[in-house]
């Protein structure tokens, strides 16, 4: 499974940008997919998640009300809607696909990982 992240850019703070994911198989429908992000001298951290079917999402504390995780199985793709973006958020962005179902946060349960796209946030 390949995972293609893309979307990410330059935006001043209070701004949105939409990620998208894309997956190279069909299969990908069948399990939970996530976003992470790893900021420079940090370690990566949950973002976001979504179940196979969009039932359930999961989200940071950091950025409830602010991101929505959404996904379209007919196109294997997943989105992370970010709005109110805040300085704070600049980081890469990857794309993960889950060994399960479930919208998990635990990022030694995704199998598959997307190469990341750069989100920058101006002051």
């Known amino acids: 499974v390949q995972l293609q992240a893309s979307g990410g850019g330059l935006v001043q703070a209070g701004g949105s940008l939409r990620l998208s994911c894309a997956a190279s198989?069909?299969?990908?429908?069948?399990?939970?997919m996530g976003w992470f992000r790893q900021a420079p001298g940090k370690e990566r951290e949950f973002v976001a998640a979504?179940?196979?079917?969009?039932?359930?999402?999961s989200y940071a504390d950091s950025v409830k009300g602010r991101f929505t995780i959404s996904r379209d199985n007919a196109k294997s793709t997943v989105y992370l809607q970010m709005n109110s973006l805040e300085p704070e958020d600049t980081a890469n962005y990857y794309c993960?696909?889950?060994?399960?179902?479930?919208?998990?946060?635990?990022?030694?349960?995704?199998?598959?990982w997307g190469r990341g796209t750069q989100v920058t946030v101006s002051s």
């Open positions: 979504i179940s196979w079917n969009g039932s359930t999402t």
């Open positions: 198989r069909r299969t990908s429908s069948n399990n939970g």
């Open positions: 993960a696909q889950n060994r399960w179902a479930v919208a998990g946060s635990d990022a030694g349960r995704y199998a598959y």
